[in-house]
């Protein structure tokens, strides 16, 4: 990414603390507790978020959810298009997945492809009684129909602008900004 230059940040450290503590309450409130809840973090920065959106709700209610790590790598659909050997890394899940409530926790929401293929994933691990999705930021551009259910950010964006979410514990930093390509 290095002919990508910062345009705008978005959100700073705090803005993102607040969203991933709204999203918290808002997955009690929809889901009249945490009841069989199962956070599951899409690898890389989904894992992190999902964590913390489980130390929030462990604030407020008093239980501990479990967090799932997914790796979707050999779920994506352009797997036979890339040129490097990918590297698969475990998924790791608590508890087993039937009859839970499973919310899938991602960064950023763009075309829809990483959640058809984490979709894909979980379904392949057992039958959940239902999949939510809760996502920092949506930035539209859906080529699937997929929605999600919890959303820190909606942010309208041109397809030519990347969102970089950069978490603290992964990049040393923590923000969510848009870049564009340099001319």
Request: proline share 4%; charged share 25%.
């Amino acid at each position: 990414m290095s002919n990508l230059i910062d345009k705008t940040v978005l959100m700073d450290a705090k803005a993102i603390t607040r969203a991933l503590t709204r999203i918290a309450h808002e997955i009690i409130e929809k889901n009249k507790g945490v009841e069989q809840i199962l956070l599951v973090g899409i690898r890389t920065r989904g894992v992190p978020l999902a964590e913390r959106i489980a130390t929030e709700i462990e604030q407020i209610e008093g239980t501990k959810v479990p967090v799932g790590v997914l790796d979707i790598t050999l779920y994506r659909d352009d797997l036979s298009t890339l040129s490097y050997q990918p590297i698969v890394h475990p998924t790791q899940m608590p508890v087993d997945i039937t009859n839970k409530t499973i919310i899938l926790v991602d960064d950023v929401l763009y075309t829809g492809r990483t959640i058809r293929a984490a979709l894909d994933a979980i379904i392949d691990m057992g039958r959940p009684r239902v999949i939510q999705l809760a996502v920092l930021v949506d930035r539209g551009h859906r080529e699937l129909p997929i929605r999600a259910d919890y959303v820190g950010k909606n942010v309208p964006t041109a397809s030519k602008e990347v969102v970089s979410v950069q978490i603290g514990t992964v990049d040393q930093k923590e923000q969510v900004v848009i870049k564009e390509f340099k001319d």
